[in-house]
C-alpha cells in the first residue's frame, strides 16, 4: 500500500510540474483558459467564497467558460450579504453552474447542534461546515482553481501557481497579485465590491469568526479568527495535511 502511495504522489508531483511549465509565460487570465479549455476540459472547476476579491477570479473564469462549475460552501453561517452578493455576482458575470455545498446535517446534530461549536473548536468546526463538503464535491475533478494570492501574508506569502491538495492539482493563478493590481482589476473591469467590504471588512468568512479590521495597512486577513493562532480554515492546508497557525 505504502509504494501504491507513493507512486501516486510522484505521479502528482510530475502532474504538477508538468502544468506549471505548460502555463509558463502566460498571465492569469492566459493560465486560466488554458487549464479550462486546453489541458483539462471537464476536469476542472473553481471554489470561491464569493468574498472580498473573489470578483477577480470569477471574472476570468467567466471569461474563459461561463460554464465551469463553481464551488461555494454555504457553511449556515455566513454573512447575508455574501449570500446576497454570490446571486447578484454570479448573474452579472453570467456563471451558469454555481453550486451550493453545504455541511452534513447528522455532522451537525453529533457534533454542533447548537451552533456554538466555532466557540469551543474552531477546527472542528470548519471541518464539518466547510472541509468535508468540499472534498466530497471535489471527487470528480483533476484540478481546482482558487484565488489565494500571497500578498494575504502568513503562510501565503510563499503561495506557487500550482500545488497538490487532498489528491488533486490545486491552481493559484492570482498567487503573485498584489492588493494593488486586485483593485486596478476591479475598477478596468466595472465589478462590484462585496457590500462589506466598504465596511472594513477585507476578508470574508462565517459570522462569528470574521470581524471589521480597523487598520487598512494590516495584514487583510487579520480580521478572520481574530486573536487567535488559526489562519486558515481547513480548505487551504499544507502538503503535510496539516492546518496553518501562526505559530508554524
Not at 510530475?14 to 487570465?29: P, T
Not at 476540459?41 to 471574472?59: D, K, M, Q, R, T
Not at 455566513?78 to 455545498?101: I, N
Request: with cysteine.
Amino acid at each position: 500500500m505504502s509504494a501504491l502511495k507513493s507512486e501516486y504522489r510522484l505521479a502528482l508531483e510530475a502532474g504538477a510540474q508538468a502544468l506549471d511549465a505548460a502555463l509558463d509565460g502566460l498571465d492569469a487570465a492566459g493560465a486560466v483558459r488554458r487549464v479550462l479549455a486546453g489541458i483539462y476540459p471537464g476536469e476542472s472547476c473553481v471554489v470561491s467564497s464569493f468574498g472580498a476579491e473573489s470578483a477577480v477570479i470569477l471574472h476570468l473564469v467567466a471569461q474563459a467558460k461561463p460554464d465551469t462549475p463553481v464551488l461555494f460552501m454555504d457553511t449556515g453561517q455566513l454573512f447575508d450579504q455574501t449570500l446576497a452578493y454570490r446571486k447578484a455576482l454570479s448573474e452579472r458575470l453570467g456563471l451558469t453552474d454555481v453550486r451550493t455545498l453545504s455541511p452534513n446535517q447528522d455532522h451537525l446534530k453529533a457534533d454542533d447542534p447548537d451552533g456554538t461549536l466555532h466557540q469551543t473548536n474552531p477546527d472542528l468546526c470548519c471541518h464539518i461546515r466547510k472541509t468535508l463538503p468540499l472534498i466530497s464535491a471535489l471527487r470528480p475533478y483533476k484540478v481546482w482553481i482558487s484565488g489565494r494570492k500571497r500578498h494575504h501574508g502568513g503562510d501565503r506569502a510563499a503561495l506557487p501557481r500550482v500545488e497538490i491538495q487532498d489528491g488533486k492539482l490545486k491552481l493559484n493563478p492570482l498567487f503573485d497579485w498584489s492588493r494593488d493590481q486586485i483593485n486596478a482589476y476591479f475598477e478596468a473591469h466595472d465589478l462590484p465590491p462585496h457590500p462589506m467590504v466598504a465596511d472594513g471588512f477585507p476578508s470574508i468568512g462565517c459570522l462569528p469568526c470574521t470581524t471589521q479590521v480597523s487598520d487598512p495597512a494590516e495584514d487583510p486577513r487579520a480580521g478572520r479568527w481574530a486573536g487567535q493562532d488559526k489562519t486558515e480554515c481547513g480548505i487551504h492546508i499544507g502538503e503535510d495535511g496539516v492546518i496553518t497557525r501562526t505559530g508554524g
